[in-house]
């Protein structure tokens, strides 16, 4: 027998989809962990001019915040400092009323900022720099026909060659995103729970153009360092920034109201009734041109969760099997897991944070970069993917649940007074009880070794900042502690009611009782 096939030779792990959490997974394995990679996308290369066409009609905006920053951080620091520079801060909401008036509402007490983030340029960026690594290859135009994760194969089909081919693998990452084939074919080994959840909204993206300035040169026709909203209670406008001085502007309304929109006259009407100031900018034949050639889509939640979650106390054996890996063999990661709305600016953030979390699991359990031809099984990447599923879980449906409920913030809630008064008083109880600002960049060495170091974070932290700017704080646990901060300003409402009655009461009961002593 040959020795050689008995000697250690470098694990293979397959990455279904090329975005920026594939990419991102491809670097932490080949450049951390010293795997080798193959990454398959079903699309054409991003970079090609037929691609960036496409690209144009859809989405180019992503709002890039510290735990997306920490999670490339602890990956890949020099890339980081190159996505920076290509970013525009945005360090408050600014408010749209129907009359035109605007008001600023910042972000964080202490003026952090989240940044809006060309989406093409990251996702490029992040494939650049996956195919720098020698031991990273990238497959376009091969689609995954079908996986059997027990004999770690694959058979893929490749569009240019039209034939399919069989991959082996050691491990297969699933980050496909919301209709992930991975995801599906996990659901077959897997006992998983998949909740897919339509709103009854949808979007439309639209560009408003760069203005000119007294020398000719392009300027922003809005403040740049605001991501800017028209709420209208049940639909709403935001602008996000770009560094060409263009916005990138997103409609969201009711599905019937999009179906009113049937004619130009409807559509200029509409729009100039709700938006007039935004009309004005972007510009009647181009908001025209843009509705007839720009897709409307949906908007979704989805959650994969083990089915007898709730009867944790008795079934704890079967909660062995979890929802986001298979074994050794599997795991899912970013929208292929958890694809949320867009409305807390979290969806690339927490597809991101994945990868960092499950390195440091990786790295903890210590998975090695090699392996053993004939070893059937290794309980340590098993162990690891297990702590993954079971730790990661509470995290992924406390940031859904949120984004849902900050839905109905951006578009209604943030013009109210209750709203502004909560807000300000959230504030005011920070002022009081923070320290020094907590960012990203000075946790970023305890972020590449401990997933969340802060289990309990002291003092009053508004939710937002939590979920924004702390990643060292989980989702589960940010929502827990806003949760008990709401009760005790709930609390110590109803107690200044009580109060407040009590001593009109008492003052009521005086004043009668001097009269009638008068008497």
Request: a neutral charge; glycine letters at 6%.
């Amino acid at each position: 027998m040959d020795d050689s096939q008995n000697k250690p030779s470098k694990r293979r792990a397959v990455i279904i989809g090329a975005g920026p959490v594939g990419c991102l997974t491809a670097i932490s394995f080949a450049k951390t962990l010293g795997w080798d990679v193959e990454l398959y996308e079903a699309r054409q290369d991003i970079r090609l001019p037929a691609a960036k066409a496409t690209a144009q009609q859809r989405s180019i905006n992503l709002a890039i915040s510290s735990r997306g920053l920490a999670a490339l951080q602890t990956i890949d620091p020099a890339a980081t400092s190159r996505f920076l520079e290509t970013v525009v801060p945005m360090r408050g909401r600014m408010i749209h009323d129907l009359y035109g008036n605007q008001d600023s509402q910042s972000y964080d007490p202490n003026g952090q900022c989240i940044n809006s983030i060309d989406r093409a340029l990251l996702n490029e960026g992040l494939l650049n720099e996956a195919l720098s690594q020698p031991n990273i290859r990238i497959f376009f135009r091969h689609k995954v026909q079908s996986v059997d994760f027990d004999k770690r194969g694959m058979i893929v089909h490749d569009e240019d060659g039209d034939k399919s081919v069989s991959v082996n693998f050691d491990l297969c990452v699933g980050t496909d995103g919301t209709y992930s084939i991975i995801r599906r074919q996990m659901m077959r080994v897997v006992r998983m729970d998949y909740q897919q959840q339509y709103l009854p909204h949808e979007y439309l993206e639209l560009k408003m153009p760069a203005g000119l300035d007294v020398e000719g040169k392009p300027k922003f026709l809005l403040d740049p360092n605001h991501l800017h909203i028209w709420p209208r209670h049940s639909f709403m406008l935001i602008a996000l920034p770009n560094q060409d001085m263009t916005f990138t502007c997103t409609l969201f309304a009711p599905m019937n109201d999009f179906e009113t929109l049937t004619t130009e006259e409807n559509i200029v009407s509409w729009f100039g009734a709700h938006f007039p100031d935004a009309l004005s900018l972007i510009g009647t034949e181009s908001l025209l041109e843009q509705f007839a050639r720009n897709p409307r889509s949906s908007l979704m939640t989805l959650k994969a969760s083990y089915p007898f979650i709730i009867a944790r106390l008795i079934i704890v054996s079967i909660l062995q099997a979890n929802p986001y890996h298979y074994k050794d063999r599997a795991v899912i990661l970013g929208d292929a897991a958890h694809s949320m709305v867009p409305f807390y600016g979290q969806g690339l953030n927490c597809g991101l944070e994945d990868v960092r979390v499950l390195t440091i699991l990786l790295q903890e359990a210590q998975v090695e970069s090699t392996f053993i031809s004939d070893a059937s099984d290794d309980p340590r990447l098993a162990a690891a993917l297990s702590r993954y599923s079971e730790t990661r879980h509470e995290d992924l449906d406390a940031i859904s649940d949120l984004a849902m409920n900050n839905f109905v913030e951006m578009r209604h809630l943030v013009t109210t007074p209750v709203f502004l008064l909560r807000k300000a008083v959230d504030n005011f109880l920070f002022s009081l009880s923070s320290h020094s600002p907590v960012t990203w960049a000075s946790l970023s060495p305890v972020l590449s070794r401990i997933p969340f170091p802060t289990s309990r974070p002291g003092g009053w932290l508004p939710l937002y900042t939590m979920v924004t700017f702390r990643p060292d704080i989980s989702y589960a646990t940010a929502r827990k502690k806003a949760e008990r901060q709401s009760q005790l300003l709930t609390n110590a409402g109803v107690l200044g009611s009580l109060t407040l009655g009590a001593a009109s009461l008492f003052a009521g009961w005086m004043a009668l009782y001097h009269r009638t002593r008068g008497h």
